[in-house]
């Protein structure tokens, strides 16, 4: 019997169980620096299947690592089990949490010895906290060969076609003043704030596809009869690489200084969030788990030009490991993800399938890596190719 076969039937052995994980997530939602339940679910499978288990991973209350097997080549599972507030999993991390997780214990139960690990990773907090971001400055990924996962979506994309993005708060001071009794006292922070999101507007007009900034006023005074004397607001910002992502960060910097320098007030512009670097698509494993993915009739193609799905942060993973994150259908291209519709989505029957057949294409994908040494270099050598 080959090797792939033997992933199919243990695929099909499993999946009834990698299901009853899926709905347990799906049907108990937690959100970012939450999720204390899913990772006990998730590392209590892991556990029982031999692998060990360290909990609290890069001091998250929430992450984990699981491994089985010693020595490189590591080929790593990134698990996401957040929700969204209000939504639960309208994202789908249910099913890459199940998917990751059935994909390590396939991967341990198949390979015979063969050198080398399998590490399942909990990253918690994609949605905004970033989880992964905060892991690979912790080292978790480090001495790692590959990292595979995949989204569940709309489209059935190969690659997934992700941004770059990161929030700053950036607040203007004053001098507080009555605007009747002494005007000329006062110096207008909320003036100035508006005045940043006009200049902001002209640039926006051309920015290169793909790159927008959208902000809100967050602090804006505390009565209308004193001239505010501190305004703020929050800009969150995206681009198609991390590249850009700091000359736009530049160009929000010099706006502010400008618009404080014509006003006569004060500025301080501040990163508010965990920057999410581009995702930098591995093509040779990419292309290897589609091929896989297409002995269960799932077809994947190149992403449409020009069409941007967000971010996540894999992308920070993707530039030190090579890694894919396709995309796999479980509703129709007429839907979008971060909605009720897609929530109910990710516990439907076709979900179900997609789950099956990504777990059996995830572990031939990994035994593939662990098994070929050629794979490995051409994957690596790709990834430095397109590190920039």
């Not at 690659?159 to 009794?181: C, D, I, K, N, S």
């Not at 009720?340 to 997609?354: D, H, L, T």
């Not at 593939?368 to 794979?375: F, H, V």
């Amino acid at each position: 019997m080959s090797l792939y076969q033997r992933i199919r039937e243990e695929t099909a052995r499993r999946a009834d169980a990698l299901w009853t994980v899926a709905t347990a997530l799906h049907a108990d939602p937690e959100t970012a620096f939450r999720e204390h339940r899913a990772a006990k679910l998730l590392t209590g499978e892991l556990e029982r299947a031999g692998f060990e288990v360290r909990r609290e991973a890069a001091g998250l209350p929430t992450a984990f690592t699981a491994r089985a097997g010693e020595g490189r080549p590591v080929v790593a599972f990134p698990l996401e089990y957040d929700a969204l507030p209000g939504l639960g999993h309208a994202c789908g991390h249910n099913l890459i949490a199940a998917a990751g997780l059935g994909a390590a214990l396939v991967t341990e139960a198949v390979r015979d010895g063969t050198a080398g690990t399998v590490l399942a990773v909990g990253t918690p907090a994609e949605e905004g906290g970033g989880g992964k971001a905060l892991e690979v400055e912790a080292g978790v990924f480090d001495g790692v060969d590959a990292a595979l996962m995949f989204h569940p979506g709309v489209y059935d994309w190969v690659r997934a076609p992700l941004t770059a993005q990161e929030q700053y708060r950036v607040g203007f001071r004053g001098r507080a003043a009555h605007p009747t009794g002494n005007p000329t006292e006062g110096i207008d922070a909320l003036a100035a704030l508006i005045e940043l999101f006009n200049v902001l507007s002209a640039l926006g007009r051309r920015l290169p596809e793909g790159s927008h900034v959208q902000g809100i006023v967050t602090e804006g005074g505390t009565a209308t009869n004193i001239v505010p004397e501190y305004a703020e607001g929050r800009f969150g910002l995206r681009a198609v690489t991390t590249a850009a992502l700091d000359e736009l960060a530049q160009q929000l910097r010099t706006a502010a200084e400008g618009v404080a320098l014509a006003t006569g007030t004060a500025v301080t512009v501040e990163r508010a969030s965990v920057r999410y670097e581009h995702f930098r698509d591995s093509s040779v494993l990419s292309e290897r788990f589609a091929g896989h993915l297409d002995r269960a009739g799932i077809a994947l193609t190149a992403p449409t030009p020009g069409v941007y799905l967000g971010s996540s942060d894999i992308g920070n993973v993707s530039g030190r490991v090579p890694a894919i994150h396709p995309f796999v259908a479980i509703m129709g291209a007429d839907g979008s993800d971060h909605t009720p519709e897609f929530a109910e989505a990710a516990a439907s029957e076709r979900a179900r399938r997609v789950l099956t057949a990504v777990v059996e294409a995830l572990a031939c994908t990994a035994v593939d890596i662990l098994g070929d040494a050629d794979l490995r270099g051409r994957a690596w050598a790709d990834l430095h190719l397109t590190a920039d």
